[in-house]
């Protein structure tokens, strides 16, 4: 089995265990793939620490640390403790073990509860993967942060952290009831797929590789200004990083570039209090999906004009004025729809349904034809 194979197997395997939590999963192996980090808004008890407890344990040999944080948390339970052999060298050094600054994958709770006295050095390990221990600046193996917290950050000191998490996502105890059912029916999971380091540090080089086509940096474009449209702006950086994410998310569908489709996974990139995700959810969508509805309203419109030249007319001459002009809007809003395609087309969007529709409008304008003609 492929390394490829191996995490379609790991999604598959979570989606069965952890029940509405699809994003948030595509999300967290996506964040792997591009060594990005991961912020999960919710109450306590919606599975935030077990996912990425569960995800470092299908790569073996990971490192997995986790913490609830207060404002009572000292540097010594992050980072470790102060080596006393060092500081008779006058090393005021750290041991690292089993802390933060050697795991590849962390969870932090009530990230934003963190003080002042650790929330640098925080910052320094997701920023630059490197952790200042006493003379010496330590590279870290961090592949992700996973933070969670039940409520967003108000000091300004805190934004900074906030902003470094490029994935965001609002979770809630499971709504349906025939999947609360399975959760509680479902026993310990058969089995569980596992990736070597290796084969995930493979497949983050493959991930970084996989064509980004022009027309996908003119829709991030067209989002950006739409959003900004709306007062949703997201920083620069935040943009560009995102390039990396939809690589990854194309990735791990098995995609062999990104498409349009993974446009959408921007929903939980775009915004910054979660108020906002419908606004952005619904500006990406409008603007991937508007020139398929304008075709849509086309085509409501040719079955208005159908249905008004089919109703009963005084005489035979109104009736041949009504079919005549019919004849002409659908000759119209057929070349309308072609104009639509053919810029949808140019800018690299999927055009199968609107094709289908087009097919429709067609129909009903044979279906005229056929008629107007008494033979």
Known sequence: MTAQEKLKKIREELKQTFLERGELIDGALSALLCAQHVLIIGPPGTAKSMLADELCRRIEGASYFQWLLTRFTTPEEIFGAVSLRALEQDDYRRVTARKLPEAHIAFLDEIFKANSSILNAILTVINERLFHNGKEIVKVPLLSLFGASNELPEDDELL????????????????????????????????????TLEELRQMQNETRTLPIPSHIYRAIADIRRELKRKNLEASDRRYHQSLNLLQAHAYLSGEKAVKEGDLYFLEHVLWR?????????????????????????????????????????????????????????????LARVDQIMDKAKEMGRPVDRAGAIKEEIEEIQKEMLRTSDPH
């Open 273 to 333: 209090d979660p108020q906002e995700q419908l606004e952005v959810r619904g500006a990406i969508r409008e603007l991937l999906l508007g020139y398929e509805e304008e075709i849509k309203e086309l085509l409501y419109e040719s079955r208005e004009v159908r249905d008004s030249a089919l109703r009963p007319w005084p005489t035979n001459e109104e009736r041949a004025r009504a079919f005549i002009e019919v004849h002409t809007k659908l000759k119209n809003i």
């Open 160 to 195: 900074a952290l906030y902003d470094r998490f490029l994935l965001r996502f609002v979770v809630n105890y499971i709504s349906e009831d025939y999947r609360f059912l399975r959760m509680l029916e479902a026993g310990a999971a058969p089995e569980r797929t596992t990736l």
